[in-house]
């Protein structure tokens, strides 16, 4: 009972599965009474980025044969020596272990009292395959915008980044 509000951005897909319900209760915990904690996380696979898994794959593809037939190298090679390659290889990614809209209402909805919204319902390929100046990317992001204010739960459920808000009365 000591916090007025909690943020925790892109943090608990970070742990192990069998402590996410754990983070989530220890927010709900801390929290004073009538306050609020909100918590951006990523779904896994949510319907929004399969449905435009093909159009990216197919907008990648023509993209790089354009690319290509006009000599320039493929879109995000990286400009490094052969030295600081080998050193990318052996690099580690980042732990994340992100769960379905199914499993959260299943796991952590029953315990703790959370609201889901959308924070962002499109992913960063989505992003990088669709979104440029000139070709109606600021278009496209007023009309997802616009989708997400009418939508917030659907796409909250559905979109690639749940903000979820937890509410301690």
Same mark, same amino acid.
């Given at each position: 009972d000591v916090f007025d509000g909690v943020v925790s951005l892109h943090t608990i897909h970070h742990l192990p599965i069998n402590?996410?319900?754990?983070?989530y209760q220890d927010l709900y915990r801390v929290l004073a009474h009538n306050s609020k904690a909100v918590v951006v996380n990523g779904w896994s696979n949510p319907p929004v980025a399969r449905i435009f898994a093909k159009p990216i794959r197919w907008t990648n593809r023509l993209r790089g044969f354009i690319r290509k037939r006009l000599?320039?190298?493929?879109m995000g090679a990286p400009v490094v020596s052969n030295t600081n390659a080998? *050193?990318?290889k052996k690099e580690k990614s980042t732990y994340v272990n992100k769960n379905t809209p199914a499993w959260f209402q299943r796991e952590v909805?029953? *315990?703790v009292p959370v609201d889901i919204f959308? +924070?962002?319902s499109i992913n960063v390929r989505f992003m990088r395959a669709f979104i440029y100046p000139? +070709? &109606? &990317?600021r278009g496209l992001l007023k009309l997802i915008y616009w989708l997400e204010e009418k939508f917030p739960h659907f796409l &909250?459920?559905?979109g *690639?980044?749940?903000l979820v808000v937890i509410n301690k009365d």
């Open positions: 402590e996410h319900l754990g983070a000599g320039l190298p493929p080998k *050193q990318k909805a029953t *315990q959308v +924070w962002r000139g +070709w &109606g &990317g &909250g459920k559905n *690639q980044y749940p």
